[in-house]
């Protein structure tokens, strides 16, 4: 009787059967990272473009610059209204439709024959790209087991640079052999399949809880946090009211031809993954450091490319430096904020890409302004004094405080 009340319970239970072997996460990381490449490609893309882009559709290279600034203005808002704005839709679905964005803004580019239609295609990217910089790196974070999260987000922003190695001269390329058109059209491809491959890797991930606005000023409550913001104003602002004229100026006043630009264009690209490295060694010793050696790096060699750059070795040897303090730029500004406010990383982080975007964007527009008014060498004397402006605000008021618990990698 015994035996038999014991067989009972058994009976009603299911046989066990072997445990599913786990899906690697890795593959949905490697997913994002190239939705990583392709937005920092499309993103620049016009730097390489922009006297093509002008010439046919009969606006000033100033004007045509708005093609960065009018993404990275809608991007500013976009970080915060999406974040705020999916509620608890599951993040699969909302990294689907920013790939989506990015999709229809090459295609309506490519097939636009007005400035102000290319504009609205632009600006549709800046949602993409708003969007996918708040939630990204976090939705990668969440992807991996705990302790791996240093190396998903390495992967995330391994994406960054070979799309700024990689992806912008190639793109220049492109528009400089077969027309800017063609580059946008590429562009499009490459969105399509970034979206199908996010479409078959990436694993449901429901939304562990909603933001509200009222949790998007957290960051700035931390007076450190609010001189990180400032630095990265006064940084952004400088790198790219030069950078997005740094073809012109080349052509103009190096007088180089397309494919020798498209080549220092790599190597810019290269040079940041130096910075990357160096500047990973000094941020282990002194953030502080790291911020005043990028901008003063970057503010030196700006300013002397309209007095030295003037044929191929100077422009060679100055774009090389340059790239360095690019390549530290966004890794030494970003360590600063979230070691300011560690506790605010996720609501901060829409509001960190909320002023890189607003930076890169005026930096565009003011660098657009000095080139239609005082010629395309003045660009880079205003980016050069706005970082050096940096420089001097980090030797002034930035102290180095407790160091992160986590490892941070550059945002762009």
């Known amino acids: 009787m015994q035996n038999n009340t014991q067989a009972a319970p058994q009976a009603t239970q299911p046989a066990e059967l072997p445990a599913a072997p786990a899906r690697s996460p890795w593959p949905g990381v490697l997913s994002i990272a190239i939705g990583a490449f392709a ?34 203005l809608v ?16 993040r699969r679905y909302v990294l689907w439709g920013l790939t989506a964005t990015m999709l229809l803004s090459n295609l309506i580019v490519a097939l636009s ?8 295609g632009r600006a549709l990217l800046g949602v993409g790209v708003g969007g996918f910089w708040a939630l990204g790196p976090a939705l990668s974070s969440r992807l991996v087991p705990p302790g791996s999260e240093p190396k998903a987000l ?10 700024t190695v990689a992806g912008v001269p190639a793109g220049a390329l492109v528009g400089e052999l077969f027309g800017w058109r063609v580059a946008f059209h590429a562009g499009a491809v490459v969105a399509l399949l970034v979206m199908l491959t996010q479409m078959r890797l990436l694993p449901s991930l429901p939304a ?11 960051l700035l409550r931390v007076p450190k946090a609010r001189l990180g913001i400032f630095i990265t104003l006064l940084i952004f602002v400088g790198q790219f009211a ?97 070691q300011a406010a560690p506790h605010a990383m996720e609501s901060g982080g829409a509001v960190f890409v ?59």
């Open 208 to 218: 562990k809880q909603s933001i509200t606005v009222s949790q998007l000023p957290e």
């Open 154 to 163: 390495s992967m995330i922003f391994a994406g960054v640079s070979i799309g």
């Open 39 to 72: 937005l920092v490609t499309t993103e620049f893309l016009p730097v390489g473009l922009l006297p093509a882009v002008a010439a046919e559709l009969g606006v000033t290279e100033g004007v045509a610059g708005m093609m960065v600034t009018v993404p990275g």
């Open 242 to 338: 030069a950078y997005t004229y740094i073809t012109p100026f080349l052509a103009q006043v190096a007088q180089l031809d397309a494919k020798t630009i498209s080549i220092l264009l790599l190597v810019y690209g290269a040079a940041g993954l130096a910075g990357n490295v160096i500047a990973g060694k000094i941020l282990a010793r002194s953030v502080r450091a790291g911020l005043i050696a990028t901008g003063v790096v970057m503010g030196l060699s700006t300013l002397a490319l309209p007095l030295l750059g003037t044929g191929l070795i100077g422009a060679a040897l100055l774009v090389i430096i340059w790239g360095i303090a690019f390549g530290m730029m966004p890794m030494s500004v970003q360590t600063w904020i979230f």
């Open 75 to 90: 991007a500013a808002v976009a970080a915060i209204l999406v974040t705020v704005g999916i509620g608890r839709t599951d």
């Open 113 to 120: 024959h007005s400035f102000p239609l290319v504009l609205f």
């Open 354 to 412: 909320t002023t890189a975007q607003i930076g890169l964007s005026s930096g565009a527009l003011v660098g657009g302004l000095a080139v239609d008014h005082l010629g395309v060498s003045s660009a880079m004397v205003v980016g050069g004094v706005l970082a050096l402006a940096m420089a001097s605000v980090a030797l002034r008021w930035a102290r180095d405080g407790e160091k992160p618990a986590v490892k941070l990698h550059a945002v762009h």
